[in-house]
């Protein structure tokens, strides 16, 4: 069974390795986004599936636009075509091409959370539970005909990196558990209802900056949303300050939103609309990421009535 496996971030990682491990399949391309400059240097760095096709010598397609490139992937004339957070919307041409159709492996129980983002969306509304679903693709996005789902608890210790690495193996395992159903034809069809549509979409750099005139509950699942990248951030004296962790304490608040009014034995105590939230984890402009209990230690102000921004 020939296979083109279409992913982008690591995410998608383990379900292709988990695809190339197996001896029913053979991946004969991998299709992934372009290399792209990251960190201050701008270093041109390949995506962490190109990587992956790179160190196990996988034909890799870096294709910039599927859509005028899609004669590429066709040429390799693939029995069944998967993708996993490939990051562009996939044209008709290759949707009709594969006898056994394109598939998607998507990390959110559909037709919630279609897009992009629908980890980070699913900890930030302050869901209990997200998963994964197996469906097929059609030219809508995130449109296509269910054929399993399986969930998973969201956990208050989660963050992005923690759940997106959960979902990565239920996508992995739910996929090898369904692909034979499939390959036999014999696996469900279900359309999606439309009245529950949601959509994820791309977290915009203004979403990551927090808020200390919110509730505790929603500036807690923002942060743990956007932890360790891309990081919620807000300002200090005109600085960017990264927060990475931190909890909501018992305390109530004592003065004005974003304002610093008790330190903690682990972290810096701000106020919220409601509760003090605790910064455990946090990175100041120009300075390492590091616990908020070291920060302390080294810091020779004293920050009570300082204001987050």
């Known amino acids: 069974m020939k296979i083109v496996f279409m992913g982008t971030p690591k995410f998608s990682v383990l379900v292709l390795e988990s695809l190339c491990q197996s001896k029913d399949y053979e991946i004969v391309g991998v299709v992934s986004q372009p290399d792209k400059r990251v960190g201050r240097k701008q270093i041109l760095t390949p995506t962490p599936v190109s990587d992956f096709a790179m160190s196990n010598n996988l034909t890799l397609l870096r294709i910039s636009n599927i859509k005028e490139e899609y004669q590429k992937v066709l040429d390799l004339k693939p029995d069944i075509i998967i993708t996993c957070a490939y990051g562009q919307i996939i044209p008709e041409e290759i949707l009709n091409y594969p006898e056994y159709g394109c598939i ?154 974003g304002e610093i009014s008790k330190i903690y034995k682990d972290g810096i105590g701000v106020n919220t609309n409601d509760n003090i939230y605790v910064i455990t984890e946090i990175q100041i402009e120009g300075k390492k990421k590091m616990l908020a209990r070291d920060y302390l230690m080294g810091c020779k102000e004293n920050l009570i009535g300082e204001v987050y921004e």
């Open 104 to 257: 998607n492996v998507h990390a959110s129980l559909l037709p919630k959370y279609r897009g992009g983002s629908p980890i980070s969306r699913a900890i930030m509304n302050g869901d209990k539970k997200t998963g994964i679903t197996i469906m097929y693709m059609d030219k809508r996005m995130d449109n296509g005909d269910i054929i399993t789902q399986e969930e998973i608890e969201i956990l208050d210790t989660d963050n992005l990196e923690s759940l997106t690495n959960k979902l990565s193996i239920l996508g992995k395992d739910l996929l090898l558990k369904t692909l034979p159903s499939i390959l036999n034809k014999t696996n469900k069809r279900v359309k999606q209802d439309e009245s529950l549509v949601t959509y994820a979409y791309n977290i915009k750099h203004e979403e990551e900056h927090i808020y200390f005139s919110k509730n505790s509950l929603e500036i807690f699942n923002k942060i743990r949303a956007l932890s360790p990248e891309p990081a919620a951030f807000c300002y200090l004296n005109k600085k960017v300050v990264k927060i990475y962790n931190g909890y909501i304490s018992k305390d109530k608040s004592t003065g004005k939103p």
